[in-house]
């Protein structure tokens, strides 16, 4: 017995003195920008002598570290900051806010890449690309302007919707199936200019990403990919002034405190004046055109305690279009949304949003007739969402997103002669989404994020619906008065992202995602234009859905200064829109008749090898793929390319710091020209010649390559003061790649056709000076 005794009192100090010796403390705390105050999200926490061990910052700027008692040396670095290190003697929990200092220009300052150096290779979210400022400001631009959509479509499965187009494909989809937010509220049309330049004022963001494989469970609407673009906050200690004036636009933002260390106000605008400039260097077909694009940006921060932040963002930008006595558009976006964020704990934290959004656009046309006609989508919003923290090991996020939808399709006075008038009816919806989600370490070479999301879509009236036959042709119409349910779609939507690691160096990655959509842009150019007819899914027109699978394996190298990635997809997708043979869309109320619906299936690998640091970095990018339809009554009811469809993509990058002063870029891209549809034959009607269409975008345009070269000049840098001069030639080489193809009879043998190629420029010039003080 006495025995007994001894041995479970060896056993119970042995078990206090390990519980002793091997008890973990906590290291927390929050991380901020030294001069505005912003929380830092993705900043690498590692330690000094084993840089494997460490973590990154949540979305609300905080990190939590678990060790041994002992003395550590904590590394801070982040893109763009001065890296920092801090001793600890850790014997107990600690808290330790850091203030991180934004960098000056130094020759290895450029990079590719963000967040923690081996996120290349641990990251468990799959396809998604993060961009910061610092990552584009080099590169070179178009007209004067940095954009972070053209840059990109630099990116592996990222694809221009052509020639200086802000729109672009991902993986397959069309231009349409991306979902453009700006401070998490959808962006309808994100383009200026036709194109040339995005709703994106680089002065005033902060960064972006783009989720093209697993989409996370917070997002939703559209089928293939998520661009997230989130403004920064204005400093909150100091009044500052930036700009840039350019060949054919300029840009001036302002920034400060409202009550310093408290709150701040941000206000960013644009201008282009090519038109002005025209007319003033004596160009007599300016005189009577007007062209030009203005925009707005604002962004208020509040920090009302050390557990609530609330943040008032807006956006109004309006392009103008004008040949006088002839024709007048105008069109654009506008919005403001409200989000509160309230930290509970250091586990727990809500974030709580409303919004309001419309893109619309006005027309006037007087070519022997007058016609005045306006369009408009309204967007009204909220979306809460609860971050929960359970353990070290697991994240779990919930939340519900509710957005009401109103499309105005058209309304037309048209007056010659006689007078008419055209109101098309509005299409009422009601978008909801329910989602989870649990980021999961399972063991240290094992990580999954897995979740659902709960898509219900509601068509309402009021308005007249109608129902079909086989034919499309209407057989009878139901009137739904204002709130009346139509018809409920409710789709579920898996989400699944893991990452195993092989070792610190590399690891394979794989995922898969449904998603749901169910607004769908009516256009006849792959690449949109103002005029583009929005509808929702009716009793008529059903949800697109779409499954998409993915395994890739990413290595790094050197000390994770060179990153490799080769990633597989496969999408499937279903109820693909299309048109019937000369579909008409406008001004009609019952679209549906002129629609087609089928399938759509399109795959892929892309390889990316990437050099993130050092004077000379960049990175080469390759997708080879396939993107095709199979749509009842298209195409003798045969698969067919999409016109999105490219079996080649090349983008190389490069970045060279030549001295403290100069930094020389450049890109080179190529891809297979789109698919066309050309004309099998003709026939004459009235005395005029009709071309006769059969096989669906059965042909090629000529392949698209281009060189850009760029080179920026810091003039002056001090304490308060910052110049630099900024220098392009986009397309140097002066290939006239194909903007159009046009197939009409032969003047000189009536009974031949001829295509007519039109390139839309060869070499642009631009230079920019470029200021902040």
Not at 70 to 88: A, C, M, Q, R
Not at 144 to 167: F, H, T, W, Y
């Amino acid at each position: 017995m006495e025995f007994l005794k001894r041995v479970w009192v060896f056993i119970f100090i042995l078990g206090y003195t390990t519980t002793v010796f091997c008890q973990n403390y906590d290291i927390t705390g929050k991380i901020t920008d030294s001069k505005t105050k912003e929380l830092l999200i993705g900043v690498t926490i590692s330690l000094k002598n084993n840089p494997v061990q460490g973590t990154i910052t949540n979305e609300r700027g905080e990190f939590k570290l678990s060790l041994a008692a002992g003395e550590y040396v904590l590394k801070f670095d982040y893109l763009g900051y001065e890296e920092k290190e801090i001793s600890v003697l850790l014997h107990e929990n600690l808290v330790r806010d850091v203030s991180l200092v934004q960098q000056s220009i130094q020759m290895d300052e450029v990079v590719v890449t963000v967040n923690r150096s081996d996120a290349n290779v641990s990251d468990v979210q799959t396809g998604v690309e993060h961009i910061q400022l610092q990552q584009i400001n080099k590169l070179p631009v178009l007209l004067g302007e940095r954009d972070i959509i053209k840059s990109l479509q630099l990116m592996p499965g990222v694809k221009s919707a052509g020639e200086s187009s802000s729109g672009f494909f991902v993986r397959g989809g069309t231009a349409d199936q991306n979902l453009i937010m700006l401070d998490n509220v959808s962006v309808y049309n994100a383009s200026h200019l036709m194109g040339f330049f995005s709703t994106f004022n680089s002065d005033v963001l902060r960064d972006a990403s783009l989720y093209k494989g697993a989409i996370p469970a917070q997002y939703g609407e559209r089928l293939s990919a998520i661009l997230d673009v989130q403004q920064r906050n204005g400093d909150i200690n100091k009044l500052k002034v930036s700009g840039g004036i350019g060949l054919i636009s300029s840009k001036l933002s302002l920034e400060g405190p409202i009550k310093k260390g408290k709150s701040s106000f941000l206000i960013g605008g644009r201008r282009t004046y090519a038109d002005a400039i025209a007319r003033l260097s004596g160009v007599e077909e300016a005189n009577n055109a007007y062209l030009y694009f203005y925009d707005l940006n604002m962004k208020l921060y509040f920090s009302l305690s050390d557990k609530d932040q609330l943040s008032v963002s807006g956006y109004l930008g309006r392009d103008k279009m004008e040949l006088k006595d002839l024709a007048e558009t105008d069109w654009g976006n506008i919005f403001t949304s409200l989000k509160w964020i309230h930290v509970k704990n250091d586990k727990l934290s809500f974030h709580s949003s409303l919004f309001y959004n419309r893109y619309s656009y006005n027309m006037k046309m007087d070519m022997g007739m007058e016609m005045v006609g306006t369009s408009h989508l309204n967007d009204y919003g909220l979306k809460e969402e609860i971050n929960y923290k359970l353990n070290e090991s697991n994240l779990l996020r919930f939340g519900l997103q509710s957005t009401f939808h109103d499309i105005a399709p058209g309304d037309y006075d048209i007056s010659s002669e006689t007078s008419a008038t055209v109101n098309l009816y509005h299409r009422y919806s009601l978008e909801n989404g329910l989602y989870a989600s649990n980021q999961w370490k399972v063991t240290d070479r094992l990580e999954v994020i897995y979740g659902a999301r709960l898509s219900v879509f509601s068509a309402m009236g009021k308005g007249e619906y109608y129902e079909l036959d086989e034919e499309k042709n209407v057989i009878d119409s139901i009137w739904y008065g204002a709130g009346k349910f139509v018809k409920t779609y409710v789709n579920l939507e898996p989400r699944l992202s893991a990452v195993y690691k092989l070792n610190n160096e590399s690891s394979v990655k794989a995922s898969y995602a449904r998603t749901t959509q169910n607004m769908h842009l009516l256009t006849y150019v792959a690449q949109g234009s103002p005029y583009d007819r929005w509808t929702s899914s009716s009793n008529n027109v059903k949800p697109q859905l779409a499954d998409q699978y993915s395994i890739g394996y990413f290595r790094n190298f050197l000390s994770d200064l060179y990153e490799f990635s080769a990633e597989a997809y496969y999408k499937d997708m279903r109820n693909q829109i299309d048109f019937k043979d000369n579909a008409d869309i406008q001004g009609y109320n019952v679209i549906e008749t002129e629609l087609l619906y089928g399938k759509g299936r399109a795959y892929g690998i892309e390889f990316m090898l990437k050099k993130r640091t050092g004077r000379l970095n960049g990175w080469i990018s390759y997708t080879l793929a396939k993107s095709e339809k199979k749509i009842n009554g298209i195409n003798n009811n045969q698969w067919y390319d999409s016109y999105q469809d490219r079996t080649h993509d090349i983008s190389v990058v490069g970045v060279y710091e030549l001295n403290p002063k100069w930094t020389l870029s450049a890109t080179w891209v190529y891809y297979t020209g789109n698919a066309l549809t050309y004309p099998s034959g003709k026939y004459q009607i009235d005395g005029k010649d009709v071309m006769y269409y059969a096989e669906r975008n059965g042909y090629r345009a000529p392949a698209y390559h281009r060189l850009d070269l760029g080179a920026t000049c810091l003039l002056k840098k001090t304490s308060k003061y910052e110049s630099e001069l900024a220098l392009g030639l986009y397309n140097a080489y002066g290939r006239r790649n194909a903007y159009m193809i046009q197939f009409k009879t032969n003047i000189d043998d009536p009974s031949k056709t001829s295509a007519y190629r039109y390139a839309l420029f060869t070499y642009i010039p631009s230079i920019s000076w470029n200021f902040k003080f």
